[in-house]
């Protein structure tokens, strides 16, 4: 006997069973029980909803796993040593790029930038001075006033000067350096976290921490995909790479059910990791609105190949049989069909079947408060729509 034979078999037992208990506790004299199966068929058909199936372009997508990244992130440490005079910041805040977060005492430094411009005067005036002197020693060499030797003093005399003055600048611009680098500033439109040094604090330059800072306009989602599902992705780019091909893909965060934040690949990692098969992708979402922080969990779900054209239904009409899942068709003289399909992904709220359903046909939608019905059972059927979800979000 066939499996459908059997479920059928069954199902119209049952029924039969039902029919027949409630023939005889309603019946006075007991004599329906003679033909249970006229009682049955003298039974109004139980109202029940039916849809018909979509047919339309469908999709494979896939769900990965991944974590939060801001695009921008940088640990904040002093590039000169000292103490810190103040803090430009509270704890957490949003700042611009060139805003002050600390600044490191600067007053030696300063001290060192003044008498290094005094001291590049004092050269300017002993070349000027240098210049006269080799003026008037030509002068007098020319009548052999003084010797060679002092003539040649006098030009050495102002070379020093020239150098003495192009070293002074030097490290005039050198100090200068230093002074600006004690004063600490953001290096970009980002949220700071807290100050992990206060006023009065020593810090040590390129060593101590005093705060992290993301950026917060946008995120980036990294993930890791097969290598399978990344031939079938380069497939679809007819030679272009990965991150040229503006693939969407779609985000849902905890407690999200669906994928309502969309992004694209914006990112491909140069090698696929051979202990684990997989090549990293990452994703870019605007955050504009500061919804996402950085190191949150994400859901990514991805369209990995060409749409074809497929049948779609509402997930809760399909049923579950031991191991099988099947729906019910409404057939001929409006009698219930058993229809075993094989399933494909989930598609903007419904679930693709890859066979089992042909156009056009309706079918029971399961869920809603209806009577349980049965193969081969006659129904009064009602038409509802099967119509997709209507939100941002894919699978």
């Not at 057939?331 to 992904?345: F, M, T």
Request: overall charge neutral; glycine content about 8%; charged content about 25%.
């Amino acid at each position: 006997m066939s499996t459908f034979n059997l479920r059928f078999g069954i199902s119209r037992l049952f029924v039969v069973i039902v029919t027949c208990l409630t023939v005889v506790a309603c019946s006075e004299n007991g004599k329906d029980q003679e033909n249970p199966e006229a009682a049955m068929a003298a039974m109004p058909p139980p109202p029940v909803t039916v849809a018909e199936v979509i047919q339309g372009e469908v999709s494979d997508w896939k769900e990965y796993t991944g974590r939060l990244e801001a695009s921008d992130s940088i640990v904040v440490m002093p590039r000169t040593s000292g103490y810190i005079l103040s803090v430009g910041f509270e704890d957490g805040a949003y700042v611009k790029k060139g805003d002050l977060l600390f600044q490191v005492d600067y007053r030696t430094v300063r001290a060192e930038v003044q008498r290094l411009e005094a001291e590049v005067k004092r050269n300017v005036a002993e070349i000027e001075l240098s210049k006269r002197d080799l003026k008037r020693a030509e002068s007098l060499r020319k009548k052999s006033a003084i010797s060679q030797e002092q003539l040649d003093n006098s030009r050495t005399r102002l070379t020093q000067a020239i150098a003495a003055v192009e070293s002074a600048k030097a490290d005039l611009k050198r100090t200068k350096v230093l002074d600006a680098i004690t004063t600490v500033k953001a290096e970009f439109d980002g949220q700071v976290s807290n100050a992990r040094v206060k006023k009065g604090s020593s810090v040590i330059a390129g060593s101590t921490v005093l705060t992290t800072l993301v950026s917060t306009d946008k995120t980036h989602a990294y993930f890791d995909v097969d290598e399978k599902t990344f031939a079938r992705l380069r497939s679809l780019g007819e030679g272009k790479r990965l991150d040229e091909m503006n693939i969407p893909v779609f985000m849902g965060l905890a407690g999200e059910t669906t994928y309502p934040h969309q992004g694209v690949i914006d990112f491909v990692d140069n090698q696929v990791d051979i202990s684990t098969g997989t090549i990293r992708l990452r994703a870019v979402f605007s955050n504009e609105d500061g919804k996402f922080t950085p190191g949150m969990f994400a859901r990514i779900n991805m369209q990995i190949g060409a749409s074809y054209p497929g049948i779609l239904v509402d997930e809760k009409a399909v049923v579950t049989d031991l191991s099988h899942k099947y729906v019910l068709v409404l057939g001929e003289n409006n009698i219930l069909e058993y229809r075993p399909v094989q399933l494909g992904p989930k598609f903007k709220g419904l679930r693709a079947i890859k066979s089992g359903l042909e156009a056009g046909e309706k079918i029971v939608i399961k869920g809603q408060g209806l009577p349980n019905v049965f193969p081969g059972m006659p129904v009064s059927p009602s038409d509802a729509d099967m119509a997709p979800a209507t939100n941002n979000s894919q699978g």
